[in-house]
């Protein structure tokens, strides 16, 4: 059997009745509190509600398995419990349960004292053991009602959101890190292509532009070496295109010709060698004007090609316009390096140069990146302030994720470097209401206390904590608008459980 054993954190809450009568005899009382744990292990959370364990007297356990992976229910084919007191062990196994992630146990204990709960957890990786190391059992009802500890231990302002439904949606817990923050600058910046990212087709010629039936809008997907339009010069008094080719054309073949007569007169000592050199220098520049012209032109006019893959940016010209040799005529981006440029405040400017790493943030949907995931580098850090806003240049060049658009502008969170170190939480953690800022810190996986707590400087994806958590406290760190939601429904009760 492969077995992998973890140390693990354990927390165990006793619920009583909201309302209990206290008329009831003590031998019904047990069966009114529930004992909660809570524990965990390199991949799984196991929460688990039972009755108090009393000699002779069955207890139910419920159990629910998560995977830390997504806090969705564990796809375990099955699950051993052992309840080993007093040198006495107990065992009971549930394979292939109703409910994924939702074990039911029954077990009866024969000895009091104090003991140990383990739970082996069969995945396809083989198995796992999730252990509760300090449980009791209590020789009788009378025991187990005067032991303090069988009281309710509630946190105020909490709320009840349960396995079931933070199965159903993004949810997740874990615990706040302790890490380097340094000064986190806050600015905009314009998305802009690379300049090795896109290139400006021109053209070659004077002429009319023709698009002789190729559709070419902006955003239009190009090929390297795709036609694009032809630039036409026929029917122009001066500057037509057409007779120039012809005139190269012409030229080049007398030169070719008068070269070729020349070679056999001079085999016959006939002219001299500087006669055949002078025919052969006619020659190949003819020869070199008519290629030229004919790999760009062609009777018909100049035709304008893709030199690289990528879209239309910006179509420059329209259809029968006339241009000239050297003007725009498209702008053709590959879009996939781009330029964040973002001007930054004066009061920074001593922190500019310990900026290390970025995070960038869309403002249309919230969507971070940080420098990294885009393969990121700061390319150039303004020395002076312009003269037409006095702000700070800053460049940073990014790889496109797909998802940024030229022209568009996005939230610059700038990170320097620092040696202090600070209690930060993922901002999707945080509430805000009127100002003030919450999180709900984890009394047991299905019990939530809502805490105000004070917060420092922003990254965009971290936020300082200065008050109100301590490092060992687990907080939720995604759902906690739906906890929200669930605490101003009140639809639950906070005392409730789920074994009865």
């Known amino acids: 059997m492969n077995l992998k054993y973890f140390p693990v954190p354990l927390m165990i809450l006793l619920i009583s009745s909201c309302n209990p009568d206290h008329g009831t005899e003590h031998h019904d009382h047990h069966e009114e509190t529930k004992i909660q744990f809570t524990a965990y292990n390199q991949n799984h959370e196991l929460f688990a509600e039972a009755d108090p364990f009393i000699t002779g007297h069955t207890s139910k356990i419920m159990t629910y398995l998560s995977s830390l992976s ?77 032991d303090p500890e069988v009281h309710s231990h509630t946190a105020a302002n909490t709320t009840v959101f349960t396995k079931e439904q933070s199965w159903k949606i993004d949810f997740s817990t874990g615990y706040p890190l302790r890490e380097s923050f340094g000064q986190a600058i806050k600015t905009t910046a314009r998305v802009q292509p690379a300049l090795n990212d896109e290139m400006l087709v021109t053209a070659k010629t004077n002429g009319i532009v023709s698009f002789s039936g190729n559709i070419i809008l902006e955003g239009t997907k190009l090929s390297e070496g795709q036609p694009l339009l032809m630039i036409k010069g026929s029917g122009f008094a001066e500057n037509n295109s057409a007779v120039r080719f012809t005139e190269a054309q012409n030229n080049y073949e007398q030169a070719k010709a008068d070269f070729d007569r020349m070679k056999l007169l001079a085999s016959g000592k006939i002219v001299s060698d500087r006669q055949l050199m002078e025919t052969k220098t006619q020659y190949e520049n003819a020869r070199t004007v008519y290629e030229n012209l004919r790999q760009n032109f062609s009777l018909t006019g100049q035709t304008v090609n893709s030199p690289i893959a990528g879209f239309v940016r910006q179509l420059l010209v329209e259809n029968g ?64 302030a312009t003269n037409d806003n006095y702000l700070i240049p800053l460049t940073i060049q990014v790889n496109n994720p797909g998802s940024l658009i030229p022209g568009s502008f996005v939230e610059l969170y700038l990170k320097t470097v620092s040696d202090a170190e600070v209690l930060t939480i993922p901002n999707q953690a945080i509430i805000e209401e009127q100002g003030r800022y919450s999180i709900f810190v984890q009394v047991t996986p299905e019990l939530f206390e809502k805490r105000e707590i004070k917060t420092g400087q922003t990254d965009g994806i971290r936020t300082e904590v200065i008050s109100g958590l301590a490092d060992n406290e687990r907080i939720v760190t995604k759902g906690a608008v739906m906890i929200r939601l669930a605490q101003s429904t009140g639809a639950l009760d906070a005392h409730s459980g789920h074994v009865h």
């Open 321 to 384: 316009q006339y241009v000239e040799a050297g003007q725009p005529l498209i702008l053709i981006s590959q879009n996939r390096s781009l330029l964040l440029r973002a001007e930054i405040q004066q009061k920074y400017a001593g922190y500019l140069s310990s900026v290390t790493t970025a995070i960038i943030r869309k403002v249309e949907d919230n969507k971070t990146f940080t420098l990294e995931e885009l393969k990121g580098k700061i390319l150039s850090v303004g020395k002076a």
């Open 70 to 146: 997504d806090f969705k229910p564990v796809s375990a084919s099955a699950v051993t419990l052992k309840m080993t007191v007093s040198g006495q062990t107990r065992e009971q196994t549930i394979e292939n349960p109703a409910q994924k992630g939702k074990f039911s146990f029954e077990v009866k204990p024969e000895k009091s004292g104090n003991g140990t709960l383990e739970f082996i957890v069969k995945t396809d990786t083989g198995n796992e053991i999730i252990i509760v190391p300090e449980i009791k059992v209590y020789s009788s009802d009378h025991e187990a009602d005067e």
